[in-house]
């Protein structure tokens, strides 16, 4: 068990990536709090880890407001008197043109996607540094790396946090508390529901990247695993990125690669 004993806090446990992540935590010994703007999800998954047998609570927190942040690493504290890792997991994401944009799109994107993870981090940070052992990880995207149309403000939030990750390592040089990001590609959860089940999209998306399939929560929760425990002891300030390669490489129309029959 990997996780034997550590307080995790999960944002976004409600949805699909956060719960694979929620999961995989539980069955490696960690303690889980999951946590989502929607009490009922994260209750509903709180329930099933119980049930399981494992350590598991539900809080429901808006990252995006200070004081729910706050609140929800007190209401960690107090369940189980750490917080050892936290999985800056909450997203959302507006799909329209540049100049459909309105102002508060962008500060909705920006809040919840990038100043979510800051004001969880700020909260948690101090018992980390109190405890000289900590570990963050903040979710990123395929569009932390490259641009996609309809998507201005989003894209921005999730490019940002590639620079928070960076710069929340540096701060915490020497103190023991490493910050990582992962960036999913196209993953088959709520989030992306109607584009894997919509014959426009589904098998085009899936053709897109080099392993020729959505992504499913679970091919990030064993990244989320890897970084949350000392099997990355030495990785700090990085990215890991899932996305079956999409990022690595682009076909033209037609370009397959040649192989022999
Ligand atoms: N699914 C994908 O293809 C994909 C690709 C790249 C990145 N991501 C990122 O992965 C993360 C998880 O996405 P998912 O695919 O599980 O989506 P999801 O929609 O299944 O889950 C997201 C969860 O975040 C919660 N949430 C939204 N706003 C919140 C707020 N202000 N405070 C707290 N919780 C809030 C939602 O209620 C939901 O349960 C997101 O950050 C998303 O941007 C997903």
Known sequence: MRL?????????????????????????????????I??????????????AGHEATAVAADVSCESSADRLVAATLSAYGSVDILVNNAGARIIKGLM??????????IAI????PFL???????????KRSGNIINVGSIASF???????AYVAAKSGVLGLTRAMAADLAGRNVRVNTIAPGMIASPF???????????????????IGRWGQPEDIAGAAVY???????????????????????????????????
Do not use: Q
């Open 4 to 36: 034997k004993g550590k307080v995790a806090i999960v944002t976004g446990g409600g949805g699909g990536i956060g719960y694979a992540i929620c999961k995989a935590f539980a069955s490696e010994g960690a303690k889980v709090v999951v946590s989502d």
């Open 38 to 51: 929607d009490p009922g999800k994260c209750e509903e998954h709180a329930t099933v880890l119980r049930d």
């Open 100 to 109: 459909e944009h309105s102002v508060a799109d962008w500060e909705k994107m």
């Open 113 to 116: 996607n990038l100043t979510g």
């Open 120 to 130: 969880c981090a700020r909260a948690a940070i101090p018992h980390m540094v109190a």
């Open 146 to 152: 490259a641009g996609r149309p309809n998507r201005v």
């Open 192 to 210: 992306n529901k109607s584009f894997a089940e919509s014959p426009e999209t589904g098998e085009a998306w899936a053709g897109e990247n080099l």
């Open 227 to 261: 970084l949350a425990s000392d099997d990355s002891s030495f990785v700090t300030g990085s990215e890991i990125k899932i996305e079956g390669g999409w990022l690595a490489a682009r076909s033209r129309a037609g370009e397959i690669p040649i192989w022999p029959d």
